[in-house]
C-alpha cells in the first residue's frame, strides 16, 4: 500500500470514516513534506493553504508579541494542524509553524480538497467533522485560560497531551500555558 493512502486511511480512523474511492483520491492530492529540527514551513506573511497531518515528529505554530515568542499550538504524530484565518480568508497568516524536531508533514491543499468535497459526501463530512474538532479544541483552550489556574492548565496538558509535556522545550510550554517559565518551574516543582 502506497504511503499517501495509508496516511488518508489513518486520517480517517482519527477524524471521519472514508470510503475506498475517497480514500484513492484525497490521497492523489497529498503533499509531502518533510523538515529538519528547527526548519520553519511557514513564515509571518505568508498564506497556508493546506490542512497538515504530523506522520512523525513535533511542530509549533507560534507568534510575537511585544518582542516575545508566544506559542499557540503544538502538534505531533497523529495530529493535524491548520492556520485556520489564513487558510479559510486566504490572507497572510501572523503565525510560524516550525518543527521542533525533524518531522514529516502531509498537507492537504485547500483548491484541491474543496473540489473534492464537492464530488464526495464523505470527503465533506471528513472536512466538517475536523473543523468541528479545531473549534472545540479553541473553545476548551480558551476556557482553560479564562477558568483555570496555572497549575491546573499545566496538569491538563500533562494529562491531555504527556508527549507534548515530554518533548517540548519548557519555555514553549511555557508560553502557550501563558506564564512565565519561572512558574512552570514553581508548577512542575508542586509550589502552585
Known sequence: MNTNKSIVQRLGEIVSPLSDNAVEKLASILIHTELKKNET????????????????????????????DLTEHFACENNIFINVESYLLHEPTNLIIEALEPTVLYGIPYRQLSMLMDEYRDI????????????????????SFRFEAANERYYRLLKER????????????????????ETLSRVRAGML
Open 41 to 68: 514551513l511557514l513564515r509571518e506573511g505568508e498564506i497556508s493553504d493546506q490542512i497538515y497531518f504530523v506522520q512523525s515528529g513535533l511542530i509549533r505554530q507560534y507568534y510575537y508579541k511585544n518582542g516575545r
Open 162 to 181: 504527556p508527549e507534548i509535556v515530554k518533548r517540548a522545550p519548557l519555555v514553549h510550554i511555557a508560553s502557550y500555558l501563558l506564564m512565565s517559565p
Open 124 to 143: 465533506g463530512v471528513l472536512y466538517r467533522r475536523f473543523m468541528e474538532l479545531i473549534l472545540i479544541a479553541v473553545q476548551q483552550k480558551i476556557d
